[in-house]
Every structure is written in structure tokens, then in C-alpha cells.
């Protein structure tokens, strides 16, 4: 073995941690049959175990048998260390690659296989949804299913998870919206205009952001409006208030909201905060850099203990103090946080390294643990890595070091334009697949914006070259699949505004602005909800008679489309009543634009979602579609390893993930590090740490490239190389300036988003069906509703409608169409 750096003193690490004695497997009972997590671990009604018990679960069964040694197999002292530590909080810092990440997940492991640890008890919070799957998948191999119960998620699905079971609470109903970025944009509009705020002056969306940025600080709009100084934050203030007042009122959410709300609701009921303090005695964070405030105070508020009994101020204004309302007893939460201050690349969004410098403060009996062992990469790139992050300032040195060899020298290239640069990548990834028994798969392509994907796809689909983007225009962004995830939205929610007004008039149906604004108007002179105003449209003034009875049109057809929802069926069939009963997939498929046809497909991607979404969750209601669907994280979408497409995504994006082969794309200052940065020392040491995080991506093989003459962004610039380039030690570079002989093109084609089969696919309609044709008197059975039977019909064809007695259930009104019955 042979270390980097080796002479680098170690600030607060102790090298010889005594580990604890290791359970023998004998000390472990025989293993039991497999007793599933009682289902009551998700419903908010988890009792925990009187006392703590040891080896045996409260049921009496005892703990299946992992075998503790096996937890640790092949880890070093210190990450042994870490998955065995007990009773103080635990914060393990260390470089990219030294296996935080498998140390929290063999922890997580050790938690249920070796300290007899219920899943129900366990709350772990990574960085993407994929990394949750992953990680408890990952549990699972080690533990067996009854992982299945651990929480593991994102800060935003934990909120999520429990304002849904708490929501009566915060007087929310439960089928609460979640706006995302661009809905709370489009309500920020709306509000700016209600104000008659001047555009120019003060633009919508910069008031978006510092909105954003008061809740991650968890500052309320109240406490805003009290320490408003000038002018500019006054109107500020006024439109936080009235934005927040607008979101209550569409029973809806926005992404910042769920942090804070779920903060305020923990402060403001000690006895649900006790509840969750019982339950999780678990807390595990990754990636803890890039936490932001009401993150850490969510952390806080969760582990309890001496942090979280001071006494505070609830959303109210009162003070509680825990400790007199007899809640003080619960003893903290065992807390583990895993991070690299090196590697917070979140700032912009309010993360602050601050949590990581000062957890030590925070929690005074807190156990630091240090990695030191790279086990991703060689130990070129990691040299190239570490040449670079240490020019940062007030970092603490690091001495990471791998044993897996020097490896290839790191490759650069200089190209003449960012074509020849995308040319350069396709070549050598064809190279590399030919020669080296290199597969797509294993290859990623960073570049610091998304707009640099465009080039990389032209000749890479030109070249034939399989690829995917992560990120760029999502396609939960794209129009067509935000309209359909309106009208979806509306229906589950019959209060959420913001949907309402987007599709009001999609497809086009007559009602225009004037039209909007006089239901405006008479919504404004009786108080009522836009949506109520919009059944009285005849009533508004100026309203002309063609427009009301548009609008008359359209409430019927939001009628017929609750009644589908209403009659049972799953997301996929509402998502298909609504794309044939609104007109607005006819509209697609009379137009001869190319890019409807696109439009097309990706409804039907949407519909495979969503069929997909049933199939995996039968019981799954439509609330339940839309929340899955808001929190899908950019990273989400990344292929698995199915062998064949090289991925091209952002460096934020790469976060976490490792590829054996990296091309370190646009390395030219003004690109990367952003031209934002430029002249900014702090955001300068943002974008080094952004570089760190790239490189240390690769696993063997480091690409490094840019170009003399960029034209992408409008005009052609030259920009010098990037600094970064300039800090890797020279002997570590392979200069590479012309380009290797033209390669041939691969043979395999580029993979799009794989379209669903079978659905969507006739000329007018989604799918072929048969509606059941029905008369009073016949007895039927329907998936969700059971036996029924047929009071009356009316209407015939696609319209036909059965009033049917479900006993019990009630008398339902049923559009035979989508509703999930058949005659007996
Ligand atoms: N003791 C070990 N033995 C073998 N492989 C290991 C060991 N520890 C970690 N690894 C491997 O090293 C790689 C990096 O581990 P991991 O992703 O957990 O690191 P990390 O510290 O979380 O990195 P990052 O900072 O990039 O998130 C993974 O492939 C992991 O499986
Ligand atoms: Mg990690």
C-alpha cells in the first residue's frame, strides 16, 4: 500500500480508534421465519417498544441472523469504526470516494442485523430518490426485506411523507398540491401582477428566489415584513405574504414550503414532534454539505435531546418549553451525518458548509470520525483532485490516498470549436469501446451548463452514438406533459388554482383573457374561489354570451372527468379521459407539425409513467401519482446499467455517482468556472469545489477538454483555458491537441426515452375499448367498489353513464367508458 501525502498531519483524528468488540455469531438466535414490518410503521401510529429490546422484536420473534463480521468484511478500521459506533451523534467527514455511502448503508445494516434495531425506527435522508432506491436496495441485499420499513428518502419526500400524515394539523387538506419550481413562478407572476408591481423593477422570478432563499432560512413572511428596510423590500415582503397567502388558498405547497412547513409543525406541537422523536431513533444524513438551514433545523428538530428541547417560539408565537410539557423524557435520536465540506456545491441554493464546520459545536458530545481511504479512483486522478481543491482557503487538509496504483496518465485536449470538441469525445469513446472493452455504460460526459448538452447530442446522434441527458429541458417541463399534469392536478385537488388557470383555455376553447378577467372580477366582488365564480360565469359582469358558455362547456367537462375520478379509476385512466375528453390529443393529432408528434410522444411516455405507477401500486390514488411525479429529482433519470448509453449530465447533477471513464468538458474560464464567478473569490472556490467533485467522479480514466472558439452562447468568444487546468500538476497530463483519425461510427442507434407500448396508439384514441353496455337491473362487479348493481343508465357510445348500488360504498354515477367494472 502506498499513501499520498503521507507526511499531512490529520486535525482531530486519532488513528488508532479502539473498535468494539465484535458480537461472535453465537451471541445471535437461530433465524426465525420472516415476520413482515407490521404495516402500522407507515400510517403515523407506530407504537415503539416500551423498552429498548435486544434481540428479539416486541412480537417475540427473534432477529433474523445476519452475522455482524460479515456487515464488516472488507472495511478499514475506520469506516468499521463508524458502522459500529453507539450512543453519541456521529459526524464522518471525508473526500470523494472514501466510502461514506457504504458506510452509511452497512450502518443502516448493522443497525437491523447486529443491534436488533427495528426499520421502523430508522430515518435516513439522502440526496436524490435514486440514491434512496439504491441505498435501500443495497440494505436489503445485506438484510433481507424487512427493510423495506426504514424511511429512506429525500429531506422533500421525509416532509412530504409527514405532512401527509399530519396535515389535519396544519389545517391543509390531504390532498394538498406540490408546486414546483415553475408553478410557483407562474404564481409568483400572478401575484406581481396583482399587486401591480412594475416588471422591470422588480422581476417575478428574482422575487422567486429570495423567497426561496427566506424559507430555507426559515424566515415567514410575518417576520419579513417586520425587518423590512428600504422600498424594494417591502414589496418584496408584500408579495412573500401575498404569494404565501395564494398557495394556502390553492391548498398547495410550493418545494421550500415542505422544509419549513414540516419545521413549523414539529415546533409548533411538541407532542408531534415527540411522536417522530419516538419513532426515529435512527437518523442518518448523506451528502450533510449540502444541507441549508431549515434542513439542519429539521435534522435538529427530529433528533431532539439537548438541541431540541431549548425552549422556542411556535408558529404562533408562543413560547414552549418541552421540558414543562412532560415531553422532555424521549432521550435524542442516535444522529449520523456523512459529508465533504469540499464537495458542498449547493451554496446558490442556501446550503451553508457552515453545518458541517460547526456540527462539532452543535452537538458537543459528537463523534468525528475521518476517512481516509479512496477506494474509487486511481491515483492520478486523485492527485489531479487534490491539486486542485487545495488552493481553496480555510479548508482542513485531507489526506486521502488510494492503493489502486498510478493508473492512465489524465488525457487533455485542446479543440479548435465545441463541435470538434464533441467530435473528439464521440472519437474516443468509439476508441475506448473498440480497444479497451469499454461499454457506453461506463462513460460519463460533465459539462458546468446545460445549454452544452445540445452540441454533444448533434454529433453523437450523427455518429450514432447511444447516449442519454440527464437533466436540460426535463421532461416533466416540457408543455404538453405540465398540461396534462395540470388537469391532472385540478382533479385531485379541485382548489389548486394555479392548474385551473393553465388550462382553462388548453386546448383552445374559447376562452380568452377578457373572459378570465370577468370571472376575476366577480370572483374579487363575492370572495368566492376562482373556481366557484367560474360555475356563476353568466353572472359576471361584461361577460359575453359566447364565453359563458364556453366556460359552461368546460365545467361540464371538469364534471365528467371528476366522475371518472370519482368512479375508481387509476391515474392512467384519468390521465387518457382527460387527453381524449378535453380534445387536446385530437388537437396534436390533426396538426402537422413535427413537434406535435413529439408532443405526442411524450404524452405517451407520460402514460407509461403512469401505468406504470398503477401497476406498482394498485391501491395508489391519484394524489398519490401526482407526489411521486413532483419529486422526481433530475438525477432520477438516470439509465441503469443496461450496458448501452454514455451519460452527458451537469457536474451538480453528478453528485454521489462514479463512472470508470469521465470527459471533463468546456474547461474554459467564463464556461467553467462560470463567468458568474469570475472576479468573485467565494464563488470562484464554489466552482473549485465543483471541479473536485467532476474529477473525482472517474474511476480510471480522466478526460479533460475545451475549446479555443465557443459560439454556442450567440456570439463566437475565445476564452482562455480554465484556471482549473492550470492547477493540475503538469506531469500528471497527457496533452493530446489534434484530433485522433476520424472514427468510423458506431453501429448501435441513439436510445430516446423508451416509448410505452400500446398505449396511446390509435389515430383518435389512447386505447381501444369496450364499454360495457348496461340496463337497469344488471349485477356488476367493479375493481375498487366489489358487487353493484345498475339503478339506471343514461346516455350512449363513449358517453354512456350507469348510476350503480355498490351496497355499502353508496350509489355511484359512472362513466362506463373508464370505469373499471364488468357485468356479471
Ligand atoms: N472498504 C471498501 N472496500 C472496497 N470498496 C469500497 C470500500 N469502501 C468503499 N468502497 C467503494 O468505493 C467507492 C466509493 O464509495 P462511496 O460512494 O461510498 O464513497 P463516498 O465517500 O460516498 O463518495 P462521494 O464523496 O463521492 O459521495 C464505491 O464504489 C464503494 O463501493
Ligand atoms: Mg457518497
Redesign the pocket.
Known amino acids: 500500500m502506498s499513501k499520498l501525502f503521507d507526511d499531512m498531519p490529520l486535525p482531530g483524528f486519532d488513528a488508532d480508534i479502539p473498535l468494539p468488540a465484535e458480537p461472535s455469531p453465537d451471541d445471535v438466535p437461530p433465524p426465525p421465519e420472516y415476520d413482515p414490518a407490521p404495516d402500522d410503521l407507515f400510517d403515523g401510529d407506530y407504537a415503539p417498544p416500551a423498552e429498548p429490546y435486544e434481540g428479539y422484536y416486541r412480537n417475540g420473534a427473534a432477529k433474523p441472523a445476519v452475522d455482524p463480521a460479515q456487515l464488516l468484511d ?3 478500521p475506520q ?1 468499521r469504526a463508524a458502522v459500529v459506533h453507539e450512543g453519541s451523534p456521529l459526524l464522518i467527514v ?12 452497512h450502518r443502516i445494516a448493522y443497525l437491523l442485523g447486529a443491534r436488533g434495531v427495528h426499520p421502523g425506527e430508522i430515518l435516513a435522508i439522502t440526496f436524490t430518490n435514486k440514491a434512496a432506491g439504491e441505498m435501500k436496495e443495497r440494505v436489503e441485499a445485506l438484510v433481507g426485506p424487512r427493510a423495506k420499513a426504514m424511511w429512506v428518502s429525500t429531506f422533500h419526500s421525509s416532509c412530504v411523507r409527514i405532512l401527509r400524515q399530519q396535515y389535519k394539523k396544519l389545517g391543509l387538506s390531504s390532498t394538498f398540491s406540490i408546486y414546483d419550481a415553475a408553478d410557483s413562478q407562474r404564481l409568483m407572476a400572478m401575484v406581481c401582477r396583482d399587486l401591480d408591481l412594475d416588471a422591470k423593477q422588480y422581476p417575478p422570478r428574482k422575487f422567486n428566489a429570495q423567497v426561496s432563499n427566506l424559507k430555507n432560512e426559515l424566515i415567514d413572511p410575518e417576520t419579513y415584513a417586520g425587518q423590512a428596510q428600504n422600498d424594494t423590500e417591502r414589496k418584496l415582503a408584500e408579495a412573500y405574504t401575498l404569494y404565501q397567502a395564494r398557495l394556502r388558498q390553492a391548498n398547495a405547497l410550493d418545494f421550500d414550503d415542505l422544509i419549513m412547513t414540516t419545521v413549523n409543525l414539529l415546533q409548533a406541537f411538541p407532542d408531534v414532534a415527540e411522536h417522530y422523536r419516538r419513532r426515529f431513533r435512527h437518523v442518518l444524513v ?2 450533510y454539505q449540502d444541507t441549508n438551514h431549515a434542513q439542519y433545523v429539521l435534522v435538529r428538530e427530529l433528533v431532539g435531546g439537548a438541541a431540541g428541547q431549548a425552549p422556542k417560539r411556535t408558529v404562533e408565537g408562543d413560547l414552549v418549553n418541552p421540558a414543562e410539557e412532560g415531553l422532555a423524557e424521549v432521550p435524542p435520536a442516535e444522529l449520523c451525518v ?3 465540506a469540499d ?1 458542498s456545491i449547493y451554496a446558490f441554493r442556501g446550503a451553508t458548509i457552515r453545518n458541517i464546520l460547526d456540527f462539532e459545536e452543535d452537538y458537543p458530545n459528537a463523534k468525528t470520525i475521518l ?1 481516509e ?4 479512483s486511481t491515483q492520478t486522478i486523485l492527485a489531479a483532485a487534490n491539486a486542485v481543491i487545495e488552493r481553496n482557503s480555510n479548508r482542513r487538509a485531507k489526506n486521502l490516498w488510494t492503493d489502486s496504483g498510478q493508473g492512465t496518465k489524465i488525457t487533455g485536449y485542446v479543440a479548435d470549436d465545441e463541435h470538434a470538441e464533441a467530435q473528439f469525445v464521440a472519437d474516443e469513446i468509439d476508441r475506448l469501446t473498440d480497444n479497451e472493452k469499454v461499454v457506453p455504460s461506463q462513460v460519463a460526459v460533465f459539462y458546468r451548463t446545460n445549454a452544452q448538452s445540445r452540441v454533444f447530442e448533434e454529433v453523437f446522434i450523427r455518429v450514432g452514438l447511444p447516449y442519454k441527458v440527464v437533466g436540460g429541458v426535463r421532461f416533466y417541463e416540457r408543455k404538453e406533459v405540465r398540461d396534462a399534469l395540470a388537469y391532472l392536478r385540478l382533479l385531485a385537488n379541485k382548489d389548486d388554482v394555479v392548474s385551473l388557470r393553465r388550462i382553462l383555455n388548453v386546448p383552445k376553447r374559447g376562452i380568452g383573457d377578457r373572459a378570465e378577467a370577468c370571472v376575476e372580477v366577480l370572483a374579487a366582488r363575492d370572495r368566492i374561489p376562482f373556481a366557484d365564480a367560474l360555475r356563476r360565469a353568466k353572472e359576471a359582469p361584461g361577460m359575453a354570451t359566447r364565453s359563458a358558455n364556453a366556460i359552461a362547456g368546460f365545467v361540464t367537462l371538469l364534471d365528467q372527468l371528476r366522475s371518472v375520478v370519482d368512479g375508481g379509476a387509476g391515474p392512467a385512466t384519468v390521465l387518457e379521459a382527460v387527453l381524449e375528453q378535453s380534445g387536446y390529443l385530437a388537437e396534436l393529432q390533426a396538426s402537422t407539425d413535427p413537434q406535435d408528434e413529439t408532443r405526442i410522444e411524450n404524452l405517451q411516455e407520460l402514460a407509461a409513467v403512469a401505468l406504470e405507477f398503477e401497476q406498482a401500486q394498485p391501491e395508489g390514488t391519484l394524489a398519490d401519482f401526482l407526489e411521486q411525479v413532483a419529486l422526481v429529482a433530475d438525477s432520477d433519470q438516470i439509465p441503469d446499467d443496461d450496458g448501452g448509453v454514455v451519460t452527458l449530465m451537469t457536474l451538480h447533477t453528478a ?4 463512472f470508470p471513464v469521465v470527459f471533463l468538458t468546456g474547461l474554459e474560464d467564463g464556461v467553467f468556472p462560470h463567468m458568474r464567478a469570475l472576479g468573485n473569490t467565494k464563488e470562484l472556490e464554489e466552482e473549485r469545489r465543483l471541479a473536485y ?1 467532476g474529477i ?2 472517474a ?1 480510471e480514466r480522466l478526460y479533460v477538454t475545451l475549446a479555443k472558439l465557443r459560439s454556442a452562447w450567440g456570439a463566437p468568444s475565445y476564452n482562455p483555458q480554465s484556471r482549473f487546468l492550470g492547477e493540475l500538476p503538469e506531469s500528471l497530463v497527457d496533452w493530446r491537441s489534434k484530433p485522433p483519425s476520424q472514427g468510423k461510427a458506431m453501429s448501435a442507434t441513439r436510445t430516446t426515452m423508451s416509448a410505452p407500448k400500446g398505449r396511446l396508439s390509435g389515430p383518435s384514441s389512447i386505447v381501444d375499448r369496450k364499454v360495457v353496455a348496461l340496463k337497469a337491473g344488471d349485477r356488476v362487479t367493479h375493481d375498487k367498489f366489489g358487487l353493484g348493481t345498475v339503478v339506471a343508465t343514461q346516455g350512449e357510445g363513449d358517453k354512456a353513464q350507469a348510476t350503480i348500488d355498490f351496497g355499502a360504498t353508496g350509489t355511484k354515477q359512472l362513466l362506463l367508458r373508464y370505469a373499471p367494472v364488468e357485468k356479471l
Open positions: 472488507g472495511m478499514n469506516q471525508a473526500g470523494a470516494g472514501s466510502g461514506k455511502t457504504r458506510v452509511l448503508t448523506d451528502e456523512v459529508g465533504d464537495q476517512l481511504q479512496n477506494y474509487r453528485k454521489g455517482l462514479e467533485v473525482t467522479r474511476r
